[in-house]
């Protein structure tokens, strides 16, 4: 599979599924929390983390599928870092581990979008976690969403600023399933506080 990735900005096209997740205190890895975003999540506070998939559609400059685990607010504003996060693209992986200090690494995925959501991702062929997600109301028009990505690598930090444009809200149901000897098994100990699709967004990174 081809690795070569194109210069940024990207332009992607998609729909995000996610479940945001109130973990208690020391139940979130420290060694996975970067320096650099310790002082506004910290693993010995309660922290949000935004646990979903994403459907990078064919008319993106990249088409591909993501799983993520990410450090974010309650209202998921403010500054973001990435803990853990896999996609199914080598050139994904290269670009945004070059690019933004992004630490993705590669999985394969089963998605199926349609009014709702069903997504598996599978690491080194073991299930690691399922995703559903049913709407029950529409946020009427089309919103965007600034976001600041800040993450860190060999002690180097970038400040990545992103954007997504007319994006569709919805809120619903959503069921989110951990095996218990993955590596993101911790999110087991979490509490899902909220389900939200990001539904037909142009994101620019």
């Not at 208690?24 to 890895?29: C, D, E, I, L, S």
């Not at 803990?83 to 070059?98: C, H």
Request: aromatic share 10%; with cysteine; proline share 9%.
């Amino acid at each position: 599979m081809d690795a070569t990735y194109p210069p940024a900005p990207w332009t992607l096209h998609g729909d995000m599924f996610l479940a945001l997740v109130n973990m208690p205190p020391n139940t979130v890895p420290e060694d996975i929390v970067p320096a650099c975003a310790r002082t506004r999540h910290r693993p010995d506070r309660t922290m949000t983390l935004a646990v979903g998939f994403v459907d990078y559609r064919p008319d993106s400059m990249l088409s591909y599928r993501e799983f993520f685990v990410g450090a974010t607010s309650p209202t998921m504003t403010g500054p973001s870092t990435l803990l853990r996060i896999w996609v199914d693209s080598p050139a994904s992986l290269a670009g945004g581990r070059e690019l933004w200090l992004i630490p993705k690494g590669l999985a394969d995925f089963d998605l199926h979008v349609d009014r709702g959501f069903d997504g598996t991702i599978m690491v080194d062929g073991q299930k690691a976690a399922t995703y559903s997600f049913s709407p029950k109301w529409t946020i009427p028009g089309r919103w965007p969403l600034p976001n600041t990505l800040l993450q860190e690598n060999d002690g180097v930090v970038r400040r990545t600023k992103s954007r997504y444009h007319r994006v569709r809200f919805q809120m619903g149901r959503g069921t989110l399933d951990v095996d218990e000897n993955d590596p993101i098994a911790f999110l087991r100990q979490g509490r899902v506080i909220r389900n939200v699709a990001m539904r037909d967004f142009t994101a620019t990174f």
